[in-house]
DNA sequence: CACTCGAAATATGTCGGAGTAAATAAGGAG
DNA sequence: CTCCTTATTTACTCCGACATATTTCGAGTG
């Protein structure tokens, strides 16, 4: 590699960039489980970086469950069940080069299950500032499309204005999770081609189910609007 | 403190030691979101390690959104929407002291989205292996109680049997949390008072399901069983 | 010959200090 | 009063040495 600093983007810093490099190549399975890294001061020479630096790099992959070191045994990948794959950097490392697709199917089951339930959820307890937030993010998707980083924007604060709604802690650290996803997969359909239908309908019969505090047509709405997406999704990676 | 060695079990790090240290302090409100911890000079001499060891703890808990540190700024603690709460490590420290009911409320209500949503498609996917699992885990539920360790690693076994089950990955980390979740609140249960309810029928009716392929029926057995735990769990937090 | 115990080798872990870069705050020029 | 420059504080990075934990290999013993 080059000089260390044109890899690293502005604010992150020499350890975060190293933690990225390393995160992305264990994501794309150029380290694979159960392989043993070089030593620090080999891979630090290597990547022409001081040790302290690599080894901040190398805790905050242990953190997120993708390596563990032992003295005299070296560092080594953990396995895939180890990995906090629901962690938002980790998931913007597995989205960083071609993404797997058995991955991208389990996120939107995982989606299936808790968004419908979260709208669910929603509709029993939204207040006016939820209501408010999600009308202006309508506006904002309407305004912008989603072929914008503007209107995808509007389309996650839609999705987190729903799980905030539901004032439930566990569901709301989630939608950091999920919200990474849906941004991940819609810019992937992007890549593809133009978006063949249009996602606005579909979120205000969410939006409608939820002022109107019908849970039940809130979830199936939502149910539905995820299902939509999914075959857009499908369709974009089979092309 | 007295000397830092004594404040850490066996295998783990010292840096290790003071992320916990860190980390539980701030899950417990010693720290409160938006906070600046004391320069890194200062914070590592009062906890006589290295700035070194200091650092690579603090790496982690910015790893897991739990601080974050700029130049001048110094490091502070981030508001709560930013924890990754669902990383067993930060779920750990969250029950280290006595835990938010309101974030085991919500722990529950995640599980009751969840885990009926895993049972079915366990039932719908499951293999020879699997049902294997969750027989001997049944098994080993009935020979040991909740009361003993052993007891515990079996009631999570068997949950954590059904996501893997579902062969759906992103399920299968949400299992990490889950079960973590589930083993402090049953240890906290114990904590209170034997437990008032034989937790065996509820799950041989889920393992029922399971095996004969009923999905509805394995969701809705899986559903009434959190329902009678999050009662127990209830009484034993209110007595 | 097998087996146990111990010493050496090796990689991670810990340390303290020096120097760099960045961001805020203070001060001066316009 | 505003804007730009400067100064200071703080985290960031690097370095080299020492400590500690494991594995491995060898010597001693039954």
């Known amino acids: 590699m080059a000089k260390p600093g044109e890899e690293r983007g ?10 990225h490099r390393l995160g992305t190549d264990i994501l794309s399975g150029k380290y694979a489980p159960g392989d043993v890294l070089s030593g620090e001061v080999a891979f630090a020479e290597e990547l022409q970086v001081s040790r ?56 939107f089951e995982l989606r299936a299950i808790v968004e419908p339930a979260a709208a669910r959820l929603a509709a029993q307890r939204r207040d ?16 912008h499309t ?16 729903i799980l905030h709604a539901t004032g439930n802690q566990a569901l709301m650290v989630l939608s950091a999770s999920i919200s990474a996803a849906v941004n991940w997969t819609t810019q992937f359909k ?25 849970g039940d047509g809130a979830a199936e709405a939502m149910n539905s609007l995820i299902d939509l997406a999914l075959e857009d999704t499908r369709s974009a990676m089979a092309g």
């Open 128 to 143: 006016k500032a939820d209501l408010k937030i999600m009308k202006t993010a309508l506006a904002d998707m309407r305004r």
């Open 52 to 107: 302290s630096a690599y080894r901040e790099a190398i805790q905050v992959l242990t953190a997120k469950g993708l390596v563990a070191s032992r003295p005299k045994a070296g560092t080594r990948v953990l396995p895939r069940e180890r990995w906090n794959l629901l962690d938002p950097e980790v998931l913007g490392w597995a989205f960083a080069g071609e993404p797997d697709i058995e991955f991208v199917r389990s996120l």
């Open 10 to 19: 502005p604010g992150r810093r020499l350890h975060g960039a190293i933690a």
């Open 190 to 214: 992007q890549r593809a081609r133009a978006l063949p239908r249009n996602p606005i309908p579909d979120h205000v019969r969410v939006y409608d189910a939820i002022v109107s505090g019908d």
């Open 146 to 161: 989603l072929t914008t980083e503007a209107g995808r924007a509007a389309d996650r604060d839609f999705h987190n204005a």
